[in-house]
């Protein structure tokens, strides 16, 4: 009993997964088509530039390139693809020189790592997106890269141009300027201005000054007695006024000096009053 149902199991589970898979068929028969139909297609085909199919070496119009025989892609080939072969030459001033005779790549073994366009020091090889390299012989897949009769690249020494030499430029020194103490200018009055001024003020002030006190003079009272009649004499009493000395100024000293020195004019005498002499009577 148990080995029928386990035949019926198995095969219902087929059935199921048959109608799966058609269901998938039926599915993509009725999807548009994106198959690329080579070789009818080389017209409209585009390969990726980052597709690499074939080692190459650009040679210039000149059929020049810029290998230079080191041989480190050589050296850094895991599969031994490569092969540099070198030989030397003597130039005209008598140095010898390296430079590329073969470069061989085989194209049946190479892995298309990158690794000997990476490590090449003058980017002298690259790859290309040229897939169709299918032959018929095996000895067509290894190729030599260098063309016949090509050479290294000179390099071309870059002349610097001459710049123009500048004119002399002067050198300014700058000076500290000496401070100028600017002071105001006291104006020396004339003799004439001096003289005007000094009357002028000998008008507006006098000055006086008093040198002697006034001196009171007491005489002693005279009595006469009469016999009959006392006449009392009333003591005469002198009062002597103060000398009094005007003093002019001494500026105007001064000036009064330097006019008579200019002109000779005597200088001014001074005068003094004689006192005065008051009698007072008493009754």
């Known amino acids: 009993m148990k080995s ?13 997964s048959l109608l799966i898979g058609m269901s998938v068929t039926w599915k993509e028969l009725w999807t548009k088509k994106v198959t690329n139909q080579y070789p009818e297609n080389r017209d409209t085909l ?9 080692l190459v070496m650009p040679h210039d119009a000149s ?17 031994g693809t490569i092969q540099v072969i070198s030989k030397m030459i003597d130039l ?52 030599t890269l260098n063309h016949e009769g090509s050479k290294l690249r000179e390099k071309k020494k870059e002349v610097k141009p001459v ?3 500048a004119a002399p430029v002067a050198e300014v020194k700058v000076v500290a300027t000496p401070e100028v103490k600017v002071e105001p200018v006291v104006k020396v009055a004339s003799a004439v201005e001096l003289l005007v001024g000094a009357v002028a003020e000998a008008k507006a002030e006098k000055v006086v000054e008093t040198i002697a006190e006034p001196v009171v003079e007491e005489k002693a009272p005279e009595i006469e007695v ?8 009333v003591p005469e009493v002198v009062v002597t006024e103060p000398v009094v ?39």
């Not at 029928?4 to 199921?16: E, M, R, V």
């Not at 585009?46 to 074939?54: C, H, L, M, P, T």
């Not at 690794?115 to 290894?142: H, M």
């Not at 009959?228 to 004499?233: G, M, R, W």
């Open 4 to 16: 029928i149902l386990k035949y019926f199991k198995g095969l219902f589970a087929g059935i199921k």
């Open 46 to 54: 585009v390969i990726s530039d980052r597709f690499r199919a074939e």
């Open 63 to 79: 059929n020049e390139h810029a290998c230079t025989a080191c041989g480190i892609c050589q050296m850094n080939c895991p599969n």
């Open 92 to 143: 005209e001033d008598g140095k010898k020189k390296k430079i590329i005779d073969k470069y061989v790549w085989d194209l049946g073994m190479c892995t298309f790592c990158n690794l000997c366009v990476i490590t090449c020091p003058s980017d002298a090889i690259k790859f290309e997106n040229t897939f169709e390299n299918a032959v018929f012989t095996r000895s067509k897949l290894i190729q």
């Open 163 to 165: 710049e123009p030499k």
């Open 226 to 233: 009469a016999a009959p009649v006392a006449e009392v004499i």
């Open 245 to 283: 000395k005007a003093k002019a100024p001494k500026a105007v000293e001064l000036l009064v000096e330097a006019v008579a020195e200019a002109k000779a004019v005597k200088p001014v005498v001074e005068k003094k009053t004689a006192p005065v002499k008051k009698v007072v009577k008493k009754k």
